[in-house]
């Protein structure tokens, strides 16, 4: 099981990026994704999860109405479109597989600062 978070990076206030998480080793199809980010002194903590085929999802109060949650099973891929970020956002993000007790990926950085 292998997942490779991308597209975190530095924005301002107010703007926007999309996380992507590619996944392999498995059937990516047949299990729920979840987003979670841990900031600097901070403990990791749920952003939002999807279900196995995209028609359930559960969003932080923090997020909901800013960030979206999608996948691409075909391309084995989850995405999080993140809008409207704030600096409270600033975090490293997790894509996590839920299979079994979970695997993670190594983290990409999201840094929101002016």
């Known amino acids: 099981v292998q997942l490779v978070e991308s597209g975190g990076g530095l924005v301002q206030p107010g703007g926007s990026l999309r996380l992507s998480c590619a996944a392999s080793?498995?059937?990516?199809?047949?299990?729920?994704m979840s987003w979670y980010r841990q900031a600097p002194g901070k403990e990791r903590e749920l952003v939002v999860g999807?279900?196995?085929?995209?028609?359930?999802?559960n969003y932080a109060d923090s997020v909901k109405g800013r960030f979206t949650i999608s996948r691409d099973n075909a391309k084995n891929t989850g995405y999080l479109q993140m809008n409207s970020l704030k600096p409270e956002d600033t975090a490293v993000y997790y894509c996590?597989?839920?299979?079994?007790?979970?695997?993670w990926g190594q983290g990409t950085q999201v840094t929101v600062s002016s």
């Open positions: 999807i279900s196995s085929a995209g028609g359930s999802t």
């Open positions: 996590k597989a839920r299979i079994g007790n979970g695997y």
């Open positions: 080793g498995f059937t990516f199809s047949r299990y729920g």
